[in-house]
């Protein structure tokens, strides 16, 4: 059985980091390409960071591109999110997705496998 479980999350001041962490069981990270991905209220889930099968990495957006950074340790098979410095708009509810296909992709309807997110609060 696959399982996702993020953790990491909590409440911090604009300008703070955090770092959230996605434990894989029942796949392997590097055999997968993850993707975290995040949902603000009412908004759409968007991309942020990928590690492809390979080891490639995609950041999207501003927020990916600028303040993000992922890692991926095989041993614990994790994918691991580094965030900073974190602003009000990163507030959302930051999920992790596996793919199956191997390749980064935007869209969370090509992931196979998602966990249950976990709460990132920016506020001060």
């Known amino acids: 059985q696959v399982q996702l479980v993020e953790s990491g999350g909590g409440l911090v001041q604009p300008g703070g980091s955090l770092r959230l962490s996605c434990a894989a069981s029942?796949?392997?990270?590097?055999?997968?390409?993850i993707t975290w991905f995040r949902q603000a209220p009412g908004k759409d889930r968007e991309p942020v960071y990928c590690i492809s099968r390979g080891g490639g990495t995609v950041a999207y957006g501003d927020a990916g591109e600028n303040r993000m950074s992922g890692t991926r340790d095989s041993v614990k098979n994790t994918m691991n999110l580094q965030m900073t410095p974190l602003k009000f708009e990163d507030t959302g509810t930051y999920y992790c997705?596996?793919?199956?296909?191997?390749?980064?992709?935007?869209?969370?309807?090509?992931?196979?496998?998602w966990g249950q997110g976990t709460q990132v609060t920016v506020s001060s």
């Open positions: 029942g796949l392997a990270v590097d055999k997968h390409s």
């Open positions: 997705a596996a793919s199956t296909r191997g390749h980064c992709h935007p869209s969370p309807d090509q992931y196979d496998y």
